[in-house]
């Protein structure tokens, strides 16, 4: 057990996975059922735990595979970055859908009819993923019978060119450790829904993304735009060989500042010295 992340290792002691038997050891072994986020967006959590910390959130219409379910607790797995962990039950709907587009937008409003002068039911967030129905008027009615303002709506297959256009989006934004939303997000939070907004399939947390993301940049190499700059804990992207983009505890937001500058007081303050710099 100890060569698996339990990140990304649906097992405990008492429950695992099916297709784990014979890799992990545990009492007993299940078939997960998939089931989808219903809420706008929910936590994923270590444990159990309602004032435990966050490891990341799961946005609406994202797949989860479910292993158990207890005393209002799922445990399961997500499928777009394998993380495991605990998150409300009530949020997850085992129902037949198959997302059409996604939120290309930091925020957009739900609405019980197509009509944007009548009061918001609901809202979504980036990278949240619905099945539409048809569209109407200027308005795209989606499974639940709610609607969405269309401009706000994306194909699935359609995705953005520039990711480093979409992580500024999110400038002045609220940190938030674990989060991945423009309520508040997270050095790491902030890169993965950048990426994936491109396409790119990220892992959540910064070790992951320095292993298995692009190639690393030889020193002396000019720096460019969407070069991803790594600390032991902390990752950022360059909007050029000068600016820094990142979540991060100092500003308590996002910001774009020198990246020069950035680098000095991360080294003496916080994550000491830059341990790479990877090219996508």
């Not at 797949?63 to 998150?87: H, K």
Request: a negative charge; charged letters at 20%.
């Amino acid at each position: 057990m100890s060569e698996y992340d339990p990140r990304r290792t649906p097992a405990r002691e008492d429950l695992a996975a099916l297709h784990l038997k014979g890799f992990v050891t545990a009492k007993h072994y299940i078939e997960g059922r998939s089931m989808r986020v219903i809420d706008e967006v929910i936590a994923l959590r270590p444990r159990p735990e309602s004032d435990c910390s966050i490891d990341t959130q799961v946005l609406h219409g994202e797949e989860v595979i479910v292993y158990d379910i207890d005393e209002g607790w799922a445990w399961g797995q997500l499928v777009s970055d394998g993380y495991v962990g605990y998150m409300s039950a009530d949020a997850l709907h085992k129902m037949p859908l198959t997302p059409t587009h996604y939120v290309p937008v930091p925020r957009t409003f739900l609405y019980a009819t197509p009509n944007m002068k009548t009061p918001p039911v609901g809202a979504l967030t980036m990278g949240a993923k619905v099945e539409v129905r048809a569209p109407r008027d200027d308005f795209m009615q989606v499974t639940s019978g709610l609607f969405i303002w269309a401009a706000h709506l994306t194909p699935i297959e359609k995705t953005r060119s520039d990711f480093v256009t979409t992580a500024e989006s999110f400038i002045g934004m609220p940190y938030l450790w674990g989060g991945k939303t423009c309520l508040g997000l997270d050095c790491s939070g902030l890169v993965q829904i950048a990426l994936q907004a491109a396409g790119i399939s990220a892992p959540r947390d910064t070790d992951m993304m320095q292993a298995e993301l692009g190639k690393d940049v030889p020193e002396g190499t000019p720096l460019r735009r969407g070069d991803l700059v790594f600390w032991k804990g902390h990752v950022g992207l360059l909007q050029d060989a000068h600016r820094l983009l990142h979540a991060n505890g100092h500003h308590m937001q996002v910001v774009s500042e020198s990246f020069a500058e950035a680098r000095q007081r991360i080294a003496a303050k916080s994550y000491g010295e830059i341990v790479a710099i990877k090219r996508l």
